[in-house]
C-alpha cells in the first residue's frame, strides 16, 4: 500500500496518471469529434412542412390547431378500436 507521507510514490503516481491520460487522449483523437448534423430533416411529415411555412403567429396558431384536431382524431379512433376489441373478448 502507498502511503501518502512517501513523496517518491506519490510522485511516480502523480506521473503514470499523467501518462496514462495523455496516451489516452491522443491515441482516441480522431474518435472524440464530434459531426455536425445533417443539413436535411431525416423525417419529414406533412405537419413539419407546414411548420416551416408558417411565418405569422395566426399561422401559427392554426397549424396548432390543425394538429391537436388530427391527434384527438386519431386517439378518438383508436379508442373505438379498443372498444370493438373488448367486446369480441367479453360479450356481454
Do not use: W
Request: with cysteine; hydrophobic share 40%; glycine share 2%.
Amino acid at each position: 500500500m502507498i502511503y501518502k507521507s512517501n513523496l517518491m510514490a506519490m510522485l511516480l503516481c502523480f506521473s503514470s496518471g499523467v501518462a496514462l491520460a495523455s496516451g489516452y487522449f491522443l491515441f482516441f483523437k480522431d474518435s472524440t469529434r464530434v459531426f455536425s448534423a445533417p443539413k436535411q430533416p431525416v423525417i419529414s411529415s406533412p405537419s413539419t412542412q407546414v411548420n416551416n411555412q408558417a411565418t405569422t403567429l395566426q399561422d401559427l396558431v392554426q397549424v396548432n390547431k390543425a394538429q391537436v384536431t388530427d391527434q384527438q382524431t386519431q386517439l378518438a379512433q383508436h379508442v373505438v378500436e379498443l372498444n370493438q376489441r373488448l367486446e369480441k373478448i367479453n360479450p356481454a
